[in-house]
């Protein structure tokens, strides 16, 4: 599969080579004579300071351009919303939806004009401005537009004049505002989406108000109030003081005077008690919605701060976060206890509870991680549960022990007498469940208030090194954080938006508000990471050498412009920084033949075509409609004449700028007109740039894409190369001050480098840049930018001792300053991004028959567990192993003994740093050994596909370190090479292996089924799979059911006893399962001559159940030799015979058996007596190896798949398919035959 050159050179990849500065001859001190450095660190610190008027500024627009505003498409918004909203079928009806969706697009460009209108006035006010708002806001012109809104800044301002690219990622953020595509935090998508969709349900609501108790509104609804249920008036509500003021009219004030008297809401809630207590049903009404805070609403300047920098710092920010969570925690706190205490008078199928929420409960609270799960098993649970199906689910639970429902320390000591209980005898499931809710809730408010009492004991001396002062912060914020994560669980929210559900706007309009700009997190990241910073300084700072463009282009035409020339001499690099002011002219000095001399590197290309090209050739696009065909003649004849411009091709391009605005996805532009528009560019490059580089691909290609035109045009215009200038030059600058002189380092280009040392990667690529062979046939290229930093020495650092006993200083690297310098190149430089994606794969593993296929996951008693196998299932050249242990470091060991000198469950920053540490250390272990084996057996590798379900047991990676895993593997993936590989050998630095399409983050892998030689699969079942027969555990009958739900389900079962063991035979009903596929095997029979493990709660231990033993136990008033289930039916049994029975049907089924105390972990089968102490093909196979090995063989499901279909294979593996393949597709020279097991023959047994 990875033979030849089919998977290399598909795409380019971006990476950034690190290396130091080491200041050449009287550098050093030009630096401090300059205050190169200490000019940078103002500007950082400025930086900060600035931030917060960003948001000022817009702030003035959004308020200006809103103010006067006047929606004039509200009626046609609010009538198909209704329209489609009116019953469960409109919603359905796609061309509804798909009409609404027109109109509130249209509303949202009404929305956006507002802007456009407010900036035209502030264009005639502020005559500077020229360009449009969202470039000026966006950009360095928003520095003179704040200055004249706040003038005492502009000093300020003014400095940042130069260095607007510092807030490159922050005005992207704020570009984000104005969009009118529904985005997560824009203006318009606050104001239509969430409340004017949120106004629309209120204005309903008291239309049913109104229509059912007329008197009751007249009576107590004044005219003033009843007008906020106008469509109209909306458009007050769309900045934030008249937001404020609704929220008021509907949960606090009347209109009169804006005095509190009786809410709008509270007189609907006492009309509707009244109105309960004299029917006999209890009655529905509306209570009114809060509209949410407008983005950019609140009133206070923010204050951004990035990092904490020292003791103060954290002080200061300790003391406002302690300020501002005081009045969130005693909201959260009001909010909680109050429907806890008072449950019954919410709307509790209106209140909701997340899924992932309900695992956590479940596995905090309930004797099983899956409790809760269990008993809604009709599949997967519903993203958002509400309390009243889980108050009914809770209800239909046959009452158990409360040992056997809650976790022991909810249970232990209890007291039926003791008003101190957290569970109680005498109350149902749910009741108990909010007991536990309440108590973990008040233990960490009273946690709180206690903290805040020792945070204001903390001095401001070396807060660090104080344990105890440190631990008080922790516990802090951790307490904080926990009211934080226990309200969210009622949050209606999924990817970061707002999910619109029937609420009880009794409940939500508090949470909301409460809910509102609670930011705690941030917070706790910055104190985390305050504290938990090495004593070594790591902060460094961006060095610009007063030049805001400084090291932007390495172009030779700019570089008296951006400052940077890189030189060579003999086997040595340096970087060349010119003086602001000083400007060369190399002239005559490239011209000699230097005996000593320096190579300066000559750089040329064109980059941004698709902005360059335009600009050039259309110089006058914007006014072509203001200028008469003989005016723009006469002033563009150089053009016509040269370049074949016309009025056509003017035309043309205007159209094409028009469509592009406008057009809809997947419409393409007319294509005879688009060929006119790039042929037209085509010659142009031709005629200007074929002397400079090599465009004969480029002449006679056929395009029909623009953007693969812009992209063909900006691949070939590189050109690299070399010329001699003397080195007396260079010297006698840097005499004069006239230039600063860096040597690029790392210790490959140390004078005592070991000829037989190995260099590092960086170091490869970076000469691979100037490669004569790279140049001719380009893969390596220089990007476009480069970056210096600078990081201070560290004071005061300690000595340890080496391994031979001497004193060596610790950390020495950080003894001294450091300026860092990072240059960006590209790989694959010559590719044209062939983005087949995974049809491209599908094809070659079509043609390629010797795959083999790789599972990898983690465990709780290995880190990580890999199988590897062929297509008969075999399991490849013993590849089936825990990677516990790597490169001789058991990291299994070193993570048990960090975990087991916990002394209690909250441990220390410092401590989860090193676990971090640790845990990213073996993850590039791990992903050495998985490329490795990817390249060894030509294999895809199998993921389980955690976006399913995450399993919550107890695996020592957990979910956030196996997605850093995947990602790194795939960015590994990206642009695979070995080290041991010769040059134009596969796997060579400059034939890298490309399995998988190009990844940035993990967004570009999440959720997909495929990317390339990566798959992701469900791992349901795959673990309790017999390996020899393919038994799972497939009949499901409730432990806590119904007596007669267990005896009807158990009749369905032909319970038989010979041989001294009992049988049970059944039949599969797969018609039930609602699937497409049916079963190919339907009838199944276990045997109950087996032992199983059965934890019991109340003796903390877990216990050898001889079933077979117990059974006879049951039946002992049975005749055995007689129908035993006509016995059944017949015998008046009680509810504890049938969970009898129940569980130790439920035990023969339970196929994986483990006792983490003992270390005992083993598969079972009650069907075919296969267990795993008996090895499987020769290998012990424990659990986590059946799991490895069953997930293996779902990719051949997969492989089987995309030969059958490889553009669009269907890899989605349901339980029906995992059965059907097991039980059709057996291979009996692979299994080793299994020893009977010595069966014991039972004593006094009825026959």
Known sequence: MFKGDAFTGLYEVQKTLRFELVPIGLTQSYLENDWVIQKDKEVEENYGKIKAYFDLIHKEFVRQSLENAWLCQLDDFYEKYIELHNSLETRKDKNLAKQFEKVMKSLKKEFVSFFDAKWNEWKQKFSFLKKWWIDVLNEKEVLDLMAEFY?????????????????SNFKESRKNFYADDGRAWAIATRAIDENLITFIKNIEDFKKLNSSFREFVNDNFSEEDKQIFEIDFYNNCLLQPWIDKYNKIVWWYSLENWEKVQWLNEKINNFKQNQNKSNSKDLKFPRMKLLYKQILGDKEKKVYIDEIRDDKNLIDLIDNSKRRNQIKIDNANDIINDFINNNAKFELDKIYLTRQSINTISSKYFSSWDYIRWYFWTGELQEFVSFYDLKETFWKIEYETLENIFKDCYVKGINTESQNNIVFETQG???????????????????????????????????????????????YFDSVMSVYKMTKYFSLEKWKKRVELDTDNNFYNDFNEYLEGFEIWKDYNLVRNYITKKQVNTDKIKLNFDNSQFLTWWDKDKENERLGIILRREWKYYLWILKKWNTLNFGDYLQKEWEIFYEKMNYKQLNNVYRQLPRLLFPLTKKLNELKWDELKKYLSKYIQNFWYNEEIAQIKIEFDIFQESKEKWEKFDIDKLRK????????????????????????KNYDDLSIFYSDVEKKMYNLNFTKIDKSLIDGKVKSWELYLFQIYNKDFSESKKEWSTENIHTKYFKLLFNEKNLQNLVVKLSWWADIFFRDKTENLKFKKDKNGQEILDHRRFSQDKIMFHISITLNANCWDKYWFNQYVNEYMNKERDIKIIWIDRWEKHLAYYCVIDKSWKIFNNEIWTLNELNWVNYLEKLEKIESSRKDSRISWWEIENIKELKNGYISQVINKLTELIVKYNAIIVFEDLNIWFKRWRQKIEKQIYQKLELALAKKLNYLTQKDKKDDEILWNLKALQLVPKVNDYQDIWNYKQSWIMFYVRA????????????????????????????????????????????????????????KQSLNKKKFIVYSDIERFVYSPLEKLTKVIDVNKKLLELFRDFNLSLDINKQIQEKDLDSVFFKSLTHLFNLILQLRNSDSKDNKDYISCPSCYYHSNNWLQWFEFNWDANWAYNIARKGIILLDRIRKNQEKPDLYVSDIDWDNFVQSNQFPNTIIPIQNIEKQVPLNIKI
């Open 151 to 167: 003038p005492d800044e502009k000093e300020l301002f003014d400095k940042f004049d130069k260095f607007f690219t510092y807030f």
């Open 429 to 475: 499931i749910y009741e108990n469940f909010l007991n536990i809710f309440k108590f973990e809730f008040n233990q960490n408010i009273s946690q709180i208030s206690l903290l805040e009492w020792e945070l204001d004991k903390i001095q401001n001396e070396d807060i660090k090194k104080n344990e105890k002062q440190v631990e008080v912060i922790k516990n």
């Open 677 to 700: 528009l790039i042929e037209y560019y085509k010659k142009w490059v031709l005629a200007l740039y074929s002397d400079l580089y090599d465009l004969e691909f480029i002449k006679y």
């Open 1020 to 1075: 349901n079942y795959t673990s309790v799979t017999c390996p020899n027969c393919w038994l799972r555990k497939n009949l499901y009958i409730s432990n806590s059911a119904t007596k007669e739900n267990q005896k009807k389900s158990l009749n369905s079962i032909a319970i038989k006893y010979n041989d001294w063991k009992f049988s049970f035979s059944y039949e599969i009903d797969d018609k039930s399962w609602k699937q």
